[in-house]
């Protein structure tokens, strides 16, 4: 399988400042078809993840372009530009070009 | 919009089967571009995909190699449902189980659409 690696875990950031988020794969999400099956989502409490970033850097509907996705082959980053308090949660990296589908660990965004 | 209302009970006694019920609103469990997806969650494990089924012509099962032996994942297209069955659980098993719809785009499959969550204890 896959694994998919987050760092870091945990992030306390002051709204209006920026994050970062780093997910590793132990093998290349490039396919052979030249797209790359990198995907983020965010957990909010309480609540089911939903789906933020696929194919590395596109946003998905409705995402706030505060959002955005950036690497290739085994190395990618989540950005938020300007955190807001409604971005508290965890966020996932997915890669979907092998099955089993698997997700990073998680890293849990707070506000200070 | 797509709706996924899981159902289920919460409380499973070891070596028993777990099964969880998915309706579907808003597609259809035989749709073309969608595959319907089990997904559970827990401290030990995280996030982690359970398995899926699709239509396309015919339908078609994935299963994570890990419990290939013990699940099964059914659609009812009469009621537009998607059904999980797994068996002889343990309390390794106790997760929350999350019905997820993906779906095909131009960056493969991608989880648009999950259900509320089943929160399922194996305890006697």
């Known amino acids: 399988d896959i694994v998919m690696t987050q760092t870091p875990l945990s992030l306390s950031v002051t709204p209006g400042q920026p994050a970062s988020i780093s997910c590793k794969s132990t093998?290349?999400?490039?396919?052979?078809?030249?797209?790359?099956?990198l995907y983020w989502y965010l957990q909010k409490p309480g609540q089911s993840p939903r789906l933020l970033i696929y194919?590395?850097?596109s946003r998905f509907s409705g995402v706030p372009d505060r959002f955005s996705g950036s690497g290739s082959g085994t190395d990618f980053t989540l950005k938020i530009s300007r955190v807001e308090a409604e971005d508290v949660g965890v966020y996932y990296c997915?890669?979907?070009?092998?099955?089993?589908?698997?997700f990073g660990q998680g890293t849990k965004l707070e506000i200070k | 919009q797509v709706q996924l209302q899981q159902s289920g009970p919460g409380l499973v006694k070891p070596s028993q089967t777990l099964s969880l019920t998915c309706d579907i609103s808003?597609?259809?469990?035989?749709?073309?571009?969608?595959?319907w997806n089990w997904i559970r969650q827990s401290p030990s494990r995280g996030l982690e995909w359970l398995g899926r089924?699709?239509?396309?012509?015919?339908?078609?099962?994935d299963y994570a190699v890990s419990l290939k032996s013990r699940i099964i994942i059914t659609p009812d297209t009469s009621h537009n449902q998607v059904f999980l069955h797994l068996n002889s659980v343990t309390p390794d098993d106790t997760a929350m189980y999350f019905c997820?719809?993906?779906?095909?785009?131009?960056?493969?499959?991608?989880?648009?659409?999950w259900g509320q969550g089943t929160l399922v204890t194996v305890s006697a």
């Open positions: 997820v719809r993906a779906l095909w785009g131009t960056s493969g499959w991608f989880f648009d659409y």
């Open positions: 808003g597609d259809s469990v035989s749709s073309n571009s969608a595959a």
């Open positions: 089924t699709y239509y396309r012509s015919k339908w078609y099962n």
């Open positions: 093998q290349s999400l490039l396919h052979s078809d030249g797209k790359t099956y």
């Open positions: 194919g590395v850097s």
């Open positions: 997915m890669q979907g070009i092998q099955l089993p589908y698997t």
